[in-house]
């Protein structure tokens, strides 16, 4: 039978310390990235705070203050950071991490001093019926009959600075629904918001049954809401048309079609012009530019980030064998970029009004 030495048993010693060692370090490094929770402040500032500004007080986005952020549940702010508001300029954050989502609601309360509302997730017992009636009476004039807040009691007017150029809070939105409890309605209509001018019908203004028959019709705008038609997954943003007629006539048919339908013309501009020197563009590539002010600024007022992508040009291409191209943008499929139904439907509409013109251009 072998004898271990001394020796032998101080090295093993010494290799069991420095296993634990390495263990214990391992185990500390894990530790310390399991338990790194995402900076808040810094998922605020790089996704949020562009349109809530800083401090909450709003912007392009409604103000998230105190008043406002004392009245929601945590689960609230997390389903609307999640689902967003289809139809209007707040997106869906659908790939962040639950953890990062939670870290912009810490944040959110620490620089707030709120804490989250817990409200109990029965539905009301209210008549959807007998709420329109209420909701005609006490609530139209500022959130519209349809909900979408273009009323004239909210708004810019009263829930922000005149210059921002914000839509008031749409109630009937679906991303809004499906985030908002009943219960939650409920506190709102009751206490009311101060700083966006919505009055406290909780002073005997309406009794406990009106109030649950109010929000049910609110519910009730879920089954009203129709998504914008799908596109196919191969539409392309662009539509390219072949014109009978020579480069010099498409240009003239094309300006005199825009004329009639009442847009403005501005200065043609070169489609290399800025990227090659003056003597090597082509002049036979050709933007012509158009505009039609109350349209363009309806669509600012529905879609501010709008500015970023202006869809009012027909670009004019004559290839080296004569054959001239226009070139339009597909609205269908650019509109549906912005998350907003309604510049959808505006830009559907004005997709049969450039239709319209490329037929009268080309005919």
């Given at each position: 039978?072998?004898r ?14 420095r ?5 214990a370090c391992?185990?500390?490094?894990l ?6 929770a ?13 349109c809530h500004q800083?401090?909450?007080?709003g912007?392009?986005g409604?103000p998230?203050?105190?008043e406002?952020?004392?009245d929601m549940s945590?689960?609230?702010l ?13 997106p869906a954050?659908q790939?962040?991490?639950d953890?990062?989502v939670?870290?912009i609601?810490g944040?959110l309360?620490r620089?707030?001093g709120t ?9 009301v017992?209210?008549?959807a ?14 959130h519209?009959?349809?909900?979408s807040?273009?009323?004239?009691g909210?708004?810019?007017t009263?829930?922000r ?8 809070a749409?109630i009937s939105n679906?991303g809004?629904l ?6 939650m309605?409920?506190?709102v209509?009751?206490?009311g918001r101060k700083?966006?001018?919505?009055p406290?019908?909780g002073?005997?203004?309406l ?10 019709y609110?519910?009730?705008?879920a ?8 596109l ?5 943003p662009?539509?390219v ?10 240009v003239?048919n ?5 004329t009639?339908?009442?847009f403005?013309i501005f200065?043609?501009?070169f489609v290399?012009q800025?990227?090659?020197?003056e003597?090597?563009?082509?002049t036979r590539?050709?933007?012509?530019r158009?505009?039609n ?8 007022k529905?879609?501010p980030?709008?500015?970023?992508v202006?869809p009012?040009?027909?670009t004019i ?7 001239v191209m226009?070139?339009?943008p597909n609205?269908?499929v650019?509109?549906r970029?912005?998350?907003n ?23």
């Open positions: 039978m072998l271990r030495s001394k020796g032998d048993y101080r090295v093993n010693e010494m290799n069991g310390i296993t634990k060692y390495f263990l391992l185990f500390a490094l530790s310390g990235l399991a338990v790194a995402p900076d808040g402040q810094g998922l605020y500032v790089e996704h949020c705070a562009a800083m401090e909450g007080e912007g392009i409604l998230l203050i105190r406002k952020l004392e945590d689960s609230y997390f389903n609307t950071i999640r689902l967003g508001r289809p139809g209007r300029v707040m954050y790939r962040m991490s953890a990062q939670k870290a609601i944040f309360r620089q707030s804490t989250g509302r817990d409200y109990d997730s029965s539905p017992d209210g008549d019926e007998r709420g329109a009636v209420v909701y005609e009476e006490h609530c139209v004039r500022c519209e009959a349809d909900g807040g273009a009323g004239e909210t708004g810019v009263l829930s600075d005149r210059t921002f150029l914000v839509m008031p749409s679906p809004f499906a985030s908002v409890s009943d219960q309605m409920r506190h209509v009751i206490k700083s966006s001018g919505m406290s019908f002073d005997e203004k009794n406990d049954q009106e109030i649950n028959d109010v929000v049910a609110v519910r009730s705008f089954e009203k809401v129709s998504p914008p038609e799908s196919d997954g191969d539409e392309r662009t539509h048309f072949q014109s009978p007629y020579s480069f010099e006539q498409t003239k094309v300006k005199a079609a825009l009639g339908a009442n403005r200065p043609d501009r290399e800025g990227l090659v020197d003597f090597s563009v082509n590539q050709v933007g012509i158009f505009c002010f109350n349209v363009l600024y309806g669509m600012l529905i879609e980030r709008l500015g970023v202006l009012c040009r027909i291409l004559e290839r080296e064998g004569g054959e226009l070139v339009v609205l269908r650019v509109s970029w912005f998350n139904d309604e510049l959808v439907t505006l830009w559907d509409r004005m997709e049969t009004t450039f239709n319209d013109i490329i037929d009268e251009v080309t005919l």
